[in-house]
């Protein structure tokens, strides 16, 4: 059995050492925007087994709801995963205002997926938008540690919501950035710049985008007509981790996946976006009457004083 499939298996439960009983500290949180928040954890045996491309299923507490999380970074000296998370449901929201360095995760299990295949293909665009920025980093790391030519192309809306672009030029040989009001780097999306990489570089041997469905299936789409192999990662709807409960199926030309199991690389020439990203808007109602029911509790405690 390799390593993956034991990992797979038999994912990392709270470890001696960073977690226990009392859960997973976190040792630091950073804000990106009114919206986007970093989460720093002590978690060693994770930080060690972890490889790019994984991710972990975490409670914030013992009635919460368990949420897939790509991991955007480990550390395996200082025996810590980074979480880079962004606000925009009942739970996400929930873990935005309890969510603080010196407190607890009550459970986090991973890593999960299949690691991403990383060789030296020659010359790879790695590609991230938005709240893709932050897990296209440990992927460009392995990449350059691999001895391929990197190249970084990073999305954002504005220069107010521009991050992690300093860690990515460390990592990267040419680094693109975008906004779309042209405020930072060059004016476009993320696929303006994947265009400019490839017409400077016509030899790529491999393009790997994360981001919203959206922007992955516009980077599968520029890169059809040269024949580039490219990779995306998919985070749909997520409920064990473990393939049991088919929420994440996704469709390919080719027949169905899972994601959790499955992925979440795959082909982006092969995947089914529209399906993907209908599936995703499966829940949408069920998620607003949580944030409303979650934001009335809020209201009601605020006003009693507790």
């Known amino acids: 059995m390799s390593e993956s499939e034991q990992t797979r298996i038999h994912p990392i439960q709270p470890p001696a050492g960073g977690a226990g009983p009392s859960g997973v500290e976190i040792l630091r949180r950073e804000d990106f925007s009114d919206v986007t928040y970093l989460l720093e954890l002590a978690h060693p045996m994770l930080a060690r087994a972890a490889r790019p491309g994984q991710f972990v299923i975490v409670m914030s507490h013992a009635d919460g709801e368990r949420i897939p999380l790509t991991i955007a970074d480990f550390d395996r000296d200082r025996g810590t995963i980074t979480l880079v998370i962004q606000a925009v449901g ?41 709240l893709g920025v932050a897990p296209i980093y440990p992927q460009a790391r392995a990449f350059r540690e691999a001895r391929a030519y990197v190249i970084g192309v990073i999305g954002f809306r504005d220069r107010g919501l521009v991050c992690r672009d300093e860690k990515g030029g460390r990592v990267c ?10 405020s930072a780097g060059i004016q476009g999306l993320v696929t303006d710049g994947l265009r400019l990489a490839i017409e400077k570089h016509p030899d790529i041997g491999e393009v790997v985008a994360i981001g919203p469905p959206v922007m992955m299936k516009a980077c599968a789409e520029t890169t059809r007509p040269h024949g580039i192999k490219t990779t995306v990662s998919l985070n749909p709807v997520m409920v064990d981790g473990t393939g049991m409960c088919g929420g994440c199926r996704v469709k390919l030309h080719d027949g169905m996946k899972f994601a959790c199991v ?45």
């Open 90 to 130: 009942k739970t996400t929201r929930q873990m935005q205002q309890d969510c603080l360095a010196g407190t607890r995760l009550i459970s986090v299990t991973g890593p999960m997926g299949e690691p991403s295949r990383i060789a030296n293909v020659g010359k790879v665009v790695c590609v991230g938008g938005g």
């Open 262 to 306: 499955d992925g979440p690389d795959f082909d982006g020439h092969q995947v089914d976006f529209d399906d993907l990203i209908s599936r995703l808007h499966r829940f949408a109602r069920e998620e607003q009457l949580a944030v409303a029911k979650w934001t009335e509790s809020c209201k009601a405690r605020l006003d009693s004083g507790d």
């Open 173 to 182: 040989d040419e680094l693109i950035v975008c906004t779309n009001d042209g």
